[in-house]
């Protein structure tokens, strides 16, 4: 056991192995049973549209698309430019990162078992593509 910064409300906790306070743990649960169920019913709304029907904070809301517990769904692929990939920045539309670094950093980790090894990051495209405040256009749905 070791003491943490909780991923979500920044309090110091005592970890099990969780990225976030039991405290976090439960509201968040809580949060996204009410999310999920506002969307079954109201399929496609906007972040802010969720956030105002059932009272969950936005960044409660974004920290569940980074969890991929939830993703945005939009037809350009680009995830309304809420998310981007941490590693080069591209437009995701659920989790922390864009595919292909994600099977960089899996691929690196494997190779560096026993060896030492340099993780090859991709080309920075859309390195000028911040993620702004949340804009709330872009449609959620429930992974
Ligand atoms: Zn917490
Ligand atoms: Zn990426």
């Not at 569940?64 to 350009?76: F, G, H, Q």
């Not at 060896?115 to 911040?130: D, F, L, W």
Request: charged content about 30%; some cysteine.
């Amino acid at each position: 056991m070791e003491v943490r910064q909780c991923d979500f409300c920044r309090m110091p906790y005592q970890s099990y192995g969780k990225k976030i306070c039991g405290d976090c743990l439960l509201k968040l649960d809580h949060d996204f049973f009410e999310v999920k169920e506002y969307l079954y019913e109201n399929e496609g709304a906007s972040i802010e549209e969720v956030s105002e029907g059932t009272g969950v904070s936005r960044k409660a809301i974004m920290y569940m698309l980074k969890e991929e517990r939830l993703i945005v769904s939009d037809n350009k692929g680009d995830g309304g430019g809420i998310l981007t990939c941490e590693s080069c920045k591209k437009p995701i539309n659920t989790g922390r990162m864009c595919a292909s670094c994600k099977k960089a950093v899996l691929s690196a980790m494997q190779e560096s078992v026993g060896t030492v090894s340099v993780v090859k990051r991709p080309r920075q495209r859309a390195a000028e593509m911040e993620p702004e405040s949340i804009k709330g256009v872009a449609k959620l749905q429930v992974k």
